[in-house]
């Protein structure tokens, strides 16, 4: 018998929850730092601006799925983030490894 750990039932249950939301309507734009929720988890446009993140980056996250560049930069979509792009470059606390 296989069991799952909390972490990685979270992170499933965040990926379908993003899929149902991506389907419900177009991607805007950019998340702004400024933007509550990027606050809420210390987003920033720039991981090695970032101590927390040891070497760690949007583009390495099991929440991210690569999209389009922007500004001439990978850019992708979020779970955390629904409708907005981020850097692949970028960096929060909710960073989760992928499996």
Known sequence: MLIASPAILSTLS???????????????????????????????????KSKAAKGNKCSTCSLYVKGADKNGKEAGTCAIFPKKFVYGSAYCNSWAKKA
Not at 24 to 48: H, N, R
């Open 14 to 48: 965040a990926s379908q929850a993003f899929g149902q939301r991506r389907a419900s309507g177009p991607i805007s734009d950019l998340v702004d730092v400024k933007d509550p929720t990027a606050k809420a988890v210390g987003y920033l446009e720039d991981f090695t």
